[in-house]
Nanobody
Framework: QVQLVESGGGLVQPGGSLRLSCAAS????????MGWYRQAPGKQRELVAHIISGGSTNYADSVKGRFTISRDNAKNTVYLQMNSLKPEDTAVYYC???????????????WGQGTQVTVSS
């Protein structure tokens, strides 16, 4: 089994910062890519940031220059540093992994439980 556990969400004022973490554990052979998605009330889940094993990243246009995704391969952990937060960043943030299990099965549908980020004064 594979588990993704997120942490770091909370309430922050506009202009503030938060750092999200997502640790993957279980029967993992390798992690090909990890990403952060978010879903605001009444909206579809959208990609926020993505990082592949080689370190290449991509971001949603709405967060470029404000958010930074990074990864600690030794810990199977991905981070999302969020700066200059805006009310429109309010959403549940989900971690996703594209990984290969110890049994050689590759899957892209591994998700964490989500962590709430609320940006409000």
């Amino acid at each position: 089994q594979v588990q993704l556990v997120e942490s770091g969400g909370g309430l922050v004022q506009p202009g503030g910062s938060l750092r999200l973490s997502c640790a993957a554990s279980g029967s993992i052979f390798s992690i090909n890519a990890m990403g952060w998605y978010r879903q605001a009330p009444g909206k579809q889940r959208e990609l926020v940031a993505h990082i592949i094993s080689g370190g290449s990243t991509n971001y949603a246009d709405s967060v470029k220059g404000r958010f930074t995704i990074s990864r600690d391969n030794a810990k199977n952990t991905v981070y999302l540093q969020m700066n200059s937060l805006k009310p429109e960043d309010t959403a549940v943030y989900y971690c996703n992994a594209d990984l290969t299990t110890n049994w050689g099965t590759r899957g892209l549908d591994y998700w964490g439980q989500g962590t709430q980020v609320t940006v409000s004064s």
